[in-house]
């Protein structure tokens, strides 16, 4: 079932504004890299499918919200690309701020609090190498990418919670 949601809204709980069946709905994910859902449906849903509404998709990790980023209509069908939630924090800007001698999860707290507006995001991780890092005049998306590069681990994003994780999934 993939719902509808107002651009304001922060919980997915319910049906949303309006559920929908697409004729196609796919979900792009890379470790580490995008993560983004291709969506098509009717012009039945014209009213609903517009820029910053959120699609939530199942996933194979759950239920997923997308912000819709880009639309395009033709005569037949709607097309839209929207990206996860983690995208929205690159509109979290850190003016300047120094994480100093930390482990992962707290270089993600302190610069997740650091952000010039309070941040929607939760964070955690359990990568325990200690290292340090200089952020200035940075949104909250682009120093996350700095941590993994610095800390290591995979990037594990579930809609308003972020992490990095030294291991995710199973091999079986």
Aim: charged letters at 20%.
């Amino acid at each position: 079932m993939i719902k509808v949601f107002g651009q304001a809204d922060t919980s997915f709980s319910s049906n949303g504004d309006i559920v929908i069946q697409p004729s196609k709905a796919l979900v792009h994910k890379m470790d580490n890299g995008d993560f983004y859902l291709d969506l098509e449906c009717s012009l039945d849903y014209l009213e609903s499918i517009i820029p910053n509404n959120i699609i939530v998709a199942p996933t194979p990790q759950g239920e997923q919200a997308f912000r819709i980023f880009s639309v395009t209509t033709t005569r037949r069908k709607i097309t839209a690309k929207c990206l996860h939630l983690f995208y929205d924090a690159n509109n979290y800007l850190i003016v300047d701020s120094y994480v100093v001698n930390k482990n992962c999860n707290d270089a993600l707290d302190h610069l997740n609090n650091a952000t010039d507006n309070t941040s929607p995001f939760t964070t955690l991780s359990d990568i325990r190498t200690i290292n340090s890092y200089r952020c200035v005049r940075t949104s909250l998306a682009q120093a996350i990418n700095v941590i993994l590069e610095r800390w290591g681990g995979h990037l594990v994003r579930d809609n308003w919670n972020i992490s990095i994780m030294n291991q995710i999934g199973m091999d079986n």
